[in-house]
Nanobody
Framework: QLQLVESGGGLVQPGGSLRLSCTAS????????IGWFRQAPGKEREGISC????????NYADAVKGRFTISRDHAKNTVYLQMNSLKVEDTAVYYC???????????????WGQGTQVTVSS
């Protein structure tokens, strides 16, 4: 059974850090680009970062550039999103997705995880 499972979300104060993980089962993650998306209440889902299958190409939305870092560990079949200097506006449900290209548009992705909640609040 194909699965993408996000973990690592939680409650953090502004300026804090979290590391999200996206772990695959049922398929080999290294053959796919992986994207991270988020959706805040009342807002559309937005692409925030992606990494190519090789890990050579990465891309970030302007809103997170310089604060978030995406990486992948093929041995663990996992992609990470390190989030630093978190802001209240980063509060959202974060999703990872499997895709054919490293792009920030949802149309590149065919399989999605269930999401993990990130709340940034004092």
């Amino acid at each position: 059974q194909l699965q993408l499972v996000e973990s690592g979300g939680g409650l953090v104060q502004p300026g804090g850090s979290l590391r999200l993980s996206c772990t695959a089962s049922g398929f080999t993650l290294e053959y796919y680009a992986i994207g991270w998306f988020r959706q805040a209440p009342g807002k559309e889902r937005e692409g925030i970062s992606c990494i190519s299958s090789s890990g050579i190409i990465t891309n970030y939305a302007d809103a997170v550039k310089g604060r978030f870092t995406i990486s992948r560990d093929h041995a663990k079949n996992t992609v990470y999103l390190q989030m630093n200097s978190l802001k209240v506006e980063d509060t959202a449900v974060y999703y990872c997705a499997r895709g054919s290209n490293c792009g920030l548009a949802p149309r590149w992705y065919d399989y999605w995880g269930q999401g993990t909640q990130v709340t940034v609040s004092s």
